[in-house]
Nanobody, 111 residues
Framework: QVQLEESGGGLVQAGGSLRLSCATP????????MGWVRQAPGKERELVAR???????HYADSVKGRFIISRDNAKNTMYLQMNSLKPEDTAVYYC?????WGQGTQVTVSP
């Protein structure tokens, strides 16, 4: 059973920053590809960023230059640093790996 424990969401003003964390207890974050998706009300789930086991990153065009995906193997944790946040970034953010999903964390960006 793969556990994904997300944290770090919240309410922030436009232009602000948040860092999301996705902990994977007992599982090395470098062993598998991992990523973040988000889903806003009434919209389809959207891939935000992903990182391969080898460390190659990919970002949605909408977040390039603002978001950074990273991981810390010593802490078994993946991160999503979100800068210059916009109201359109408001969504529930989920981390995922190998068909497993976290519970989601709400990010709300006020104008």
């Amino acid at each position: 059973q793969v556990q994904l424990e997300e944290s770090g969401g919240g309410l922030v003003q436009a232009g602000g920053s948040l860092r999301l964390s996705c902990a994977t207890p007992g599982r090395r974050v470098t062993d598998y590809a991992m990523g973040w998706v988000r889903q806003a009300p009434g919209k389809e789930r959207e891939l935000v960023a992903r990182i391969t086991s080898g460390g190659t990153t990919h970002y949605a065009d909408s977040v390039k230059g603002r978001f950074i995906i990273s991981r810390d193997n010593a802490k078994n944790t993946m991160y999503l640093q979100m800068n210059s946040l916009k109201p359109e970034d408001t969504a529930v953010y989920y981390c995922y790996t190998e068909g497993h999903w976290g519970q989601g964390t709400q990010v709300t960006v006020s104008p």
